[in-house]
């Protein structure tokens, strides 16, 4: 490895199947990187999660351009092994409504959720009611695709999916920020049930479900702190020592 202009040497992979084509790669001189990068940061730094919807409409083609950039997302062996499944019909939105509470009234006063959990979630003030499920103008189920199918029929194993996915995942949320659009993260449990409301096959099984649409007028969220870079971050570790015996 050489240092400064990072000539490498090698600019290609001996003996991958795929042609390989030159990166067009956008180079910035470092004010300007530093600049883009803070501004980024100051973007997704104001995202906050949103469970008070606007039920104002949101175009269609919002959500494919979330889709799109969620789908950019790198993946194991590049098998993509994602689905976003997008509903704006109030009649399955309130049946997704409908059975995500039936679970959620388990979880809080069913006692299926440990005391620790609900304490943990007490500062959120969260309860089994959604119904930002049904105010919002789109909801779309982010599937994890466990497997695919070869020609033939046989299972075609994906690689790292809950990696992928999560990745995808976030990179959507990005997305919709960017957009100027809010959502929720939300995973109702157990999720079983949207894999048969949507209609999904049985190699797909639901990871994410994602509220989205506008805050409503006079949206509120919890006065919550993110933790420092010194807390996040650290610089060169040095390796554990062995025991001695
Ligand atoms: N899925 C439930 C509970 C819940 C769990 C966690 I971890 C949260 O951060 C928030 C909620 C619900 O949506 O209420």
Redesign the pocket.
Known sequence: MTDGDGSTGSTQSDGGRYPFVPYDFQRYPEPTMIERAEQFYEELNGRRSVRFFSDEPVSRRLIELAMMAGSTAPSGAHRQPWRFVAVDSAEIKARIREAAEAE?RK??GGGRFPEAWLE??AP?G???E?PYLEICPWIVVLFEEIHGYEDDGKIRKNYYVKESVGIAAGMFIAALNHMGLTTLT????PMGFLTKLLGRPKNERPFILFPIGYPVEGCTVPELSRKSLDDIAIWNPEPTKEETP
């Open positions: 959620e979880n809080y943990a979630l959120l969260t309860t089994w959604k939300h995973t109702p449990s």
